[in-house]
């Protein structure tokens, strides 16, 4: 398993808060890893203490915006 410090992926989802290709790339570059490995490891690092702790206010932000993909998800699916 990867392992990478919460801070560091927090301080990527700041300087790149929206995706892109280029975001994509960076990923890459940056953490030696395919994107949606990459998002897998957030999402999961979203629900401990030490990412709320860590930036608070990002960590919310980020949980929100998964929290409505899954929803539209649902919501798409339900059919």
Do not use: C
């Not at 992926?9 to 300087?15: A, C, G, R, S, T």
């Not at 892109?20 to 570059?29: G, L, M, Q, V």
Request: aromatic share 8%; hydrophobic share 40%.
């Amino acid at each position: 398993m990867t392992s990478i410090p919460i801070t560091e992926l927090l301080d990527f989802e700041e300087q790149w808060p929206r995706w892109s290709s280029r975001k994509d790339e960076a990923i890459r570059t940056r953490f030696g890893l395919p994107p949606a490995r990459y998002f897998q490891l957030l999402l999961r690092e979203l629900d401990t203490a030490e990412a709320l702790g860590a930036r608070p206010m990002l960590v919310r932000r980020l949980r929100r915006r998964r929290d409505a993909a899954a929803a539209e998800n649902i919501r798409r699916h339900a059919g």
